[in-house]
């Protein structure tokens, strides 16, 4: 077939898709080729996206739940347990990665919350401009340089000790912009006629705000905090640069090591005895575990959210 | 529901409804309570970019004085020996190493996550739509910790034998040369690169699928109507359609990859210091966040932290202008929309 056939054919072909009416209708056969070829790269490429999904939670699954169905792994610490003996268990990791994410979501939700209201209802301008600019690098900031920053303030220039708190500030740096996001996100569906109604009312602007704005976007702010204590508990680099693991409980966020699930499996993964093996994939699990709830939740949330889109 | 990449597109549109909303000050009335709360956000605001200003500035103060003390060209020397009264370090090697390992993900994770974003978008059947863009979305919640040693211990055995094969069929070429003998490992910038594709795929993904969703209507109608298979249809008007925001997409993943820490701490094996330059990717090697990370334990002085404070400096520098440019990119196609 020769070019011009085949445009002709392209030109003529397309009139009837069924390819009924011969000689006035027929898709050429390269293009049908084409077309199918395509419909299989896109399965293809969507079946081996999910390959490495599957693959993971497949190991950290069957390598790890035997440790974390025993109840003593969500009760006792790795105190005086050497990587030789068996036993002991991830309770310490476990409250020290839940009470700094606690710590960083009382830090960074305010600000989160606030700049998001300030993007949408407040900002104009290029102090805004400015301001949603920051929030896009803040996002695409990676964690190893937030922890450096963190470093320099805290360590080097105020002379303070590598602590919990520490990795707190290194965290809210890396949650404020996914709160920030979410929350615009949702601010900007709320309708402008609850923002108008309540103005009528003779209602200021901030109690329009806090008591109709808010509320209304309440779920979508609630997923966005979901989302952030997802992506921040499962932050190492923080840890590595900041807080150092240890194998007892630890409260004190202000003094002393405290250990965290990510550190728990980065001091137990550079050792060949089993019992240790077992640790890393317990904790491994146990990290998903917290991580994927948190996601579903959040999920969860979004799907039953008063504003619709 | 907000994206992964926390870049949305609806990010770019003021209001959704299209009609404006009351405009800020003129809606205040000037009460105490709304001067309290406007500044509160405003000062939310001003935190946000002073947080950003402060890691440049604060990088910069530790940087310099480690940096006007160094022996070597901090941006083409290879030797890293900051002990001593007689630093010399350059970041020659972390650069080659971290842009090669981002390269190499590049070139899995963007066409795949296109193809990806087209399947949610255009080819998967209405009920798997939802579900499958979740799934990939999961591949993002997935801790970096969990892909370095699930890539480290069970991965990583697998990929030697397409590591000699592609260094037997093409070792001619410097970049697959096997003159380390690197193949027989996972240690390798070759399969970090994969690993890293992994990670930033639903990032790709996730805001691809966003501006394809966005296609109008009626081009994709007008060129069905025109004859086009489904496939011409998505080439002629979905595709270029949606160019700027894969670029966007792009960038932002390339930002991950290149600042992307204790995956590559993992599997990525370092060399030793006296080891020969080589091209290979078959290689070890640290990148950037890497080498920082090893290091960790060794900040004692000002002058050691300072020297992989620069380099964090350098790392900082080179996801902001990626990120930069990813935005931009995708302000400039609000504009073209609107």
Redesign the interface.
């Known amino acids: 077939m020769t070019a011009a056939d085949a445009t002709s054919e392209s030109n003529r072909g397309s009139l009837s898709r069924s390819g009924r009416d011969s000689g006035f209708s027929h898709k050429s056969r390269s293009r049908e080729v084409r077309n199918q070829l395509a419909r299989v790269v896109m399965w293809a490429a969507f079946l081996l996206a999910l390959l490495p999904l599957a693959w993971i939670l497949w190991t950290v699954i069957t390598r790890g739940i035997g440790l974390v169905l025993e109840p003593t792994w969500w009760t006792n610490s790795q105190r005086d347990i050497t990587s030789r003996m068996v036993g002991g268990g991830a309770a310490h990791a476990i409250r020290g990665t839940l009470l700094m994410a606690l710590v960083t979501a009382l830090m960074a939700v305010p600000v989160g919350v606030m700049t998001a209201i300030y993007l949408v209802e407040y900002g104009r301008g290029r102090l805004a401009k400015a301001v949603s600019f920051m929030v896009d690098i803040l996002t695409g900031i990676p964690s190893i340089v937030a922890a450096l920053f963190i470093y320099a303030a805290w360590v080097t220039t105020f002379g303070f000790q590598r602590v919990g708190f520490a990795v707190c500030l290194a965290l809210v740096m890396l949650m404020i912009p996914v709160i920030v996001r979410s929350t615009e996100e949702m601010l900007k569906l709320v309708p402008n006629e609850l923002r108008e109604a309540s103005y009528a009312l003779g209602v200021p602007k901030w109690k329009t705000i806090a008591r109709v704005v808010l509320p209304t976007a309440f779920s979508g702010i609630i997923t966005g905090i979901l989302l952030g204590l997802a992506r921040i508990m499962g932050e190492t680099a923080p840890l590595l640069i900041l807080g150092p693991y240890t194998a007892n409980l630890a409260t004190n966020l202000f003094g002393g090591f405290m250990a965290t699930l990510p550190t728990m499996i980065n001091t137990n993964r550079v050792e060949s005895l089993q019992p240790a093996i077992d640790r890393t994939w317990a904790s491994a699990l146990t990290l998903i575990l917290v991580i994927l709830l948190l996601n579903l939740a959040g999920r969860l949330v979004a799907r039953t959210s008063k504003v619709q889109s | ?8 597109v ?2 770019h ?5 299209g ?7 003129r ?3 000037g ?1 105490l ?2 001067r ?3 500044g ?10 002073a ?2 200003t ?2 440049a500035v ?2 910069l ?2 940087a310099l004085p480690a940096l006007s003390k160094d022996g070597a060209n901090f941006l083409t020397s290879t030797e890293w020996d900051v002990s001593g009264s007689h630093p010399r370090f350059g970041i020659a090697n972390l650069l080659w190493v971290t842009v090669a390992s981002s390269v190499i993900a590049m070139i899995i994770a963007v ?2 996550g296109v ?2 974003a ?3 978008t ?3 059947p209405p009920w798997l739509s939802a579900p ?1 863009a ?3 979305d ?2 993002a ?10 890539g ?1 211990f ?2 990583g055995p697998h990929i030697t034998g397409l590591q000699s094969l592609i260094s037997k069929l093409f070792g001619w070429l410097p970049f697959f040369d096997n003159d380390t003998g690197g193949v027989s490992s996972s240690g390798t910038i070759f399969f970090i690169g994969i690993v890293l594709s ?1 990670m930033v ?1 639903p990032i790709v ?1 996730a805001l691809s699928r966003e501006v394809f969703a966005q296609t109008p209507v009626t081009h994709k109608e007008g060129a069905l109507a ?7 249809m ?1 080439r002629t008007s979905v595709l270029p359609f949606g160019k700027p925001g894969v670029i966007s997409a792009s960038m ?1 993943g390339l ?2 990859a ?5 995956a590559v ?2 599997i990525l094996s370092s060399l030793a210091s006296d080891t020969k330059w080589s091209w290979s990717v078959f290689n070890g090697g640290e990148t ?2 890497s080498k ?2 090893n290091n ?1 334990a060794e ?1 004692d002085s ?1 002058q050691k ?1 300072g020297a ?2 620069a380099a ?1 400096l350098v ?2 520098i080179l ?2 202008v ?3 440019i ?2 931009v990119v995708i302000e400039r196609r609000k504009a073209f929309v609107e």
């Open positions: 529901m907000p994206s992964i990449t926390g870049a949305s609806v990010d549109v003021r209001d959704p409804q009609d404006g909303t009351p405009q800020g000050d809606a205040s009335t009460r309570g709304d309290l709360f406007g509160t956000a405003k000062g939310a605001g001003v935190l946000v970019i947080l950003v402060l890691t604060f990088l103060s530790q066409p795949v193809c990806v087209l399947f949610v255009e080819y998967s499958a979740g799934l990939i999961l591949l919640a997935v801790p970096s910790i969990i892909y370095g040693i699930w480290a069970v991965f992994i795929l993904t025109l004859g086009a298979t489904k496939w011409e998505i932002l930002g991950r290149l600042g992307e820490t204790v701490l993992i950037f966040a920082i990370a960790a900040f000002p932290s992989f404070i964090g790392l900082f996801t902001f990626v990120n930069a990813a935005r």
